[in-house]
């Protein structure tokens, strides 16, 4: 069985944008992958919203988002990339982190540049580590992977924080420190988008976050651009968030399913592979 991280890199090397929508747990990893995504992104937003049901604040331990994207991994056959937060501490903390997340067979994981209690990119209130630090912080990761073939993403936060001259600066600085892509994260607006693509060299990433203007850009106009990656974080969280809204409205309206849209059980259970293990019990189960 090929690697989860060099499936990715044969994805990368074949030149399409690779889009990777946000899974905030493994079903709906499971769904991104039945709709033909050739990766998906394990957002920490969604995984706090899905876990917790709390905002994006720092409040997952690295276990928990560890044990949440073995989970996802578990489900699915494409590449994962998963949010690893600020690595959860200090030099031993992170090379503990980038060894779980080794085990847990995620392709590629990110660390920003956040102090700690890290929050949401899109938030305001982002409080930023020195740029040095930072850097050495990634030098450490890249060391703790050693042979394994995981990919290390150095995101910044700076843009809302610092503004774009600052972001691109410590890009580069990740990239010096031997990364394999780079993310500059919190991009609102499309001429953000434009000044990464023409000043940032090298494999990039970019965010597009539902209800920005960046929704305007097609995966084929970033891909123009010169994105390797485009995350699509919270489309399928907020899509379901709202479903099951509108969907609960109308019970509590009606007093009864019958006009709520949904699946029918038979195609749920699809999604869900009970079809896999039907077929291993009528194999090796009791006889009847």
């Known amino acids: ?11 990368l090397a074949a030149g399409p944008i690779v889009q990777a929508p946000g899974a905030y747990d493994a079903l709906s990893a499971r ?7 050739p990766a998906i ?26 044990g949440h994207a073995r989970d996802m991994v578990r489900a699915v056959g494409v590449p994962v990339i998963a949010d690893a937060d600020t690595g959860y501490g200090g ?28 929050r949401c990119g899109q938030m305001a209130g982002i409080r930023l580590i020195d740029a040095r630090e930072n850097e050495r912080r990634l030098r450490c990761a890249v060391a703790a992977r050693g042979s394994d073939p995981m990919l290390i993403i150095g ?25 394999d892509l780079v993310f500059v994260d919190g991009i609102k607006k499309i001429a953000e988008v434009e000044a990464v693509a023409r000043r940032l060299p090298g494999p990039k990433i970019v965010s597009i976050v539902d209800g920005n203007e960046t ?6 106009d970033l891909q123009g651009m010169g ?10 969280l907020f899509s379901a968030a709202l ?13 009864t399913p019958r006009d709520v849209p949904s699946l029918a059980y038979a195609d749920f259970t699809r999604i869900v592979g009970l079809p896999a293990h039907q077929e291993l019990d009528a194999q090796f189960g009791a006889e009847g």
């Open 215 to 220: 929704t305007a850009l097609t995966a084929s």
């Open 41 to 66: 992104y394990m957002t920490g937003f969604g995984a706090t919203a899905s876990r917790l049901g709390q905002p994006d604040i720092g409040l997952l331990t690295q276990t928990e988002m560890t």
């Open 243 to 255: 479903a099951v809204e509108q969907a609960l409205a109308r019970l509590r309206q009606d007093g």
């Open 155 to 179: 995101r910044t936060d700076a843009l809302p924080a610092a503004g774009i001259d600052e972001a691109l600066a410590r890009a580069l600085r990740w990239q010096d420190a031997g990364v």
């Open 91 to 118: 030099p031993s903390n992170i090379e503990r982190t980038v060894r779980e997340y080794v085990h847990s067979g995620v392709a590629a994981i990110h660390l920003e540049d956040q102090v700690a209690p890290k």
């Open 227 to 236: 994105f390797a990656v485009v995350l699509y974080a919270v489309t399928a």
């Open 1 to 11: 069985m090929t690697h989860p991280a060099l499936s990715l890199k044969a994805l």
């Open 31 to 37: 769904q991104i992958e039945r709709a033909g995504f």
